[in-house]
């Protein structure tokens, strides 16, 4: 199997183990950082009770490349929709025109952290916690009013692959190429340090997948992702 056909699983147990909890069957970030959560597999009903020791009843988790009959009847499924995994490598990378940096982008840190919750919570790129910065890099472009308007970042980090995540602009500053500019920013610097860059792109969202498309990423693997709870 692929380290990709389960990021979140090969994050959690690798490169990003020293921020989540678990066991040898389940494992979730900190609650604090993400609520993306991952079993080792998803048709084996071992793994679901072990996620359930480590999330504990109620709280909604993301589960990645979920199995057509997981989970098991004892969760509920808040959402399950289906996904492109794409990727891009040094070879397919391609700069867009028009790249140079804007005037106001700078790197966000853990002061941000509550400019890129309210942003996300405005523009729905997936979830986003307050400290989900610490993950990895992340670039926002700010208003004249020192107001964040658009964001890109990295997210799950496993050996050899880095996620692009948490893309999204405010509504009242879209059709300005300012996602594009930050991924591609943010996709560059992954590139440069030998990763993969991969992402996830909602089925139907052809705007995104065009965006990217732009940038030389190409669809590696198709799965569903589900936000589950355990009664």
Avoid at 54 to 80: H, Q
Wanted: aromatic content about 6%; overall charge negative; some cysteine.
């Amino acid at each position: 199997m692929h380290p990709l056909d389960n990021p979140a699983w090969n994050a959690l147990t690798t490169l990003q183990r020293s921020v989540s909890s678990g066991n040898e069957l389940a494992r979730r970030f900190e609650p604090s950082i993400s609520p993306i959560a991952a079993v080792m597999n998803s048709a084996d009903p071992a793994c679901w009770s072990a996620l359930a020791e480590v999330v504990g009843a109620g709280s909604l988790v993301g589960v990645f490349a979920i199995d057509k009959d997981a989970p098991p009847e004892d969760w509920t499924v808040d959402w399950r929709y289906t996904f492109a995994q794409m990727t891009c490598t040094r070879a397919s990378f391609k700069t867009p025109a028009r790249a140079a940096a804007h005037p106001s982008m700078r790197v966000l840190t853990l002061a941000d952290g509550n400019a890129m919750v309210e942003l996300a919570a405005l523009a729905q790129p997936g979830p986003m916690e307050a400290r989900t910065v610490t993950l990895g890099r992340y670039l926002g472009i700010f208003d004249d009013d020192d107001k964040l308007i658009t964001m890109a970042g990295e997210r799950m980090r496993l050996d050899g692959a880095t996620e692009v995540s948490g893309v999204c602009t405010h509504p009242e500053h879209r059709g300005k190429r300012y996602a594009q500019l930050l991924s591609a920013a943010i996709t560059e610097a992954i590139l440069e340090r030998g990763d993969t860059a991969f992402l996830h792109v909602r089925d139907g969202n052809t705007g995104a997948a065009s965006v990217y498309e732009k940038l030389g990423f190409g669809v590696r693997a198709v799965f569903d992702i589900a936000a589950v709870t355990k009664r």
